[in-house]
């Protein structure tokens, strides 16, 4: 069965630091494109980012670039996001999804609070 | 970014048909064609179409996509109660390297 199984949310500071992952099952990890989208609670969806099959190659929202970082580790079927610098805004569930956003994870809530 | 723009929500009859729109511009919707997602409260979103009606396989023929210059629409035949859901148009933008999204149509079935 393919699946997406995110970690690592849960209650952070402003300012501070959270890293997210995700682990793939039931398919070749490594021939897919990758991607992180979020959902503030009760808005819309929100890209986040994308990263190549290889890892070289990787893409950013405007609000997120140059505080958040997207990894892979292929090794281990799995994505990665570094979260630095969180704001407020940031707070919501975050989703992996693959390539063309054929398969979801379930989510993980990420809340930025003081 | 900018993003795509999507009625907010549309109401339409039980076995009615609803057509949900999904406006953007050269860029993203009228480079690429737009990825049709569904979301019932509470999961994470499901895929219906990708790249103008290219349907995963076990999504019902009732649901179909299409476009026509900047503007992408999804159908849907038959209405059934558990139709009932938000649906969201993205695209890929090729000017700003980055996925776009619509802010989302609730569609409610009477």
């Known amino acids: 069965e393919v699946q997406l199984v995110e970690s690592g949310g849960g209650l952070v500071q402003p300012g501070g630091s959270l890293r997210l992952s995700c682990t793939a099952s039931?398919?070749?990890?490594?021939?897919?494109?990758m991607k992180w989208v979020r959902q503030a609670p009760g808005k819309g969806l929100e890209w986040v980012s994308d990263?190549?099959?290889?890892?070289?190659?990787?893409f950013y929202a405007d609000s997120v670039k140059g505080r958040f970082t997207i990894s892979r580790d292929n090794a281990k079927s799995s994505l990665f996001l570094q979260m630095n610098s969180l704001k407020d805004e940031d707070t919501a569930v975050y989703f992996c999804?693959?390539?063309?956003?054929?398969?979801w994870g379930q989510g993980t809530l990420v809340t930025v609070s003081s | 970014q900018a993003g795509l723009t999507q009625p907010p929500s549309v109401s339409k009859g039980l076995r009615q048909t609803a057509t949900l729109t999904c406006t953007g511009n050269?860029?993203?919707?009228?480079?690429?064609?737009a990825t049709w997602l569904q979301q019932h409260q509470g999961h994470p979103p499901k895929l219906l179409s990708h790249?103008?009606?290219n349907r995963p396989s076990g999504i019902s023929e009732r649901f179909s996509a299409s476009r026509s210059g900047n503007t992408a629409s999804l159908t849907i035949t038959g209405l059934q109660p558990e139709d009932e859901a938000d649906y969201y148009c993205?695209?890929?933008?090729?000017?700003?390297?980055?996925?776009?999204f619509g802010g989302g149509t609730k569609l409610t079935v009477l």
């Open positions: 999804a693959r390539d063309l956003y054929t398969v």
């Open positions: 039931g398919f070749t990890f490594s021939d897919y494109i």
């Open positions: 990263i190549s099959g290889s890892g070289s190659t990787t």
């Open positions: 050269n860029n993203n919707v009228g480079y690429q064609g």
């Open positions: 790249r103008n009606n």
């Open positions: 993205s695209a890929w933008d090729s000017s700003l390297s980055a996925w776009v």
